[in-house]
């Protein structure tokens, strides 16, 4: 199992939802990634809809694909 020593963390912001929660997030730098709930946030029944700030954890293997960590507050 990979640890999480390796992830690197971005900020950006949720374009569209698809489906089996997943999302198209635009990050800062203007990549747009494909990305899903973490399951802390999946099991808090944090919701996430387009427009909303995101960080979003990647490993540098595959920088196409990522993990939604964090929704900020408005």
């Keep these: 199992m990979a640890g999480t ?12 939802t698809l489906p089996n929660a997943m999302f198209k997030v635009e990050l800062e730098n203007g990549h747009v990634i494909l990305a899903h709930i973490s399951g ?5 029944y944090i919701r996430i809809l387009p427009g909303d700030k995101v960080t979003v954890q990647m490993t ?3 920088l196409s694909k990522g993990r ?6 408005n």
């Design 5 to 16: 020593k390796e992830v690197i963390e971005f900020t950006g912001t949720v374009l569209e």
């Design 40 to 44: 802390k946030m999946r099991m808090h």
């Design 60 to 62: 540098p293997y595959d």
């Design 68 to 73: 939604i960590t964090y929704r900020h507050r």
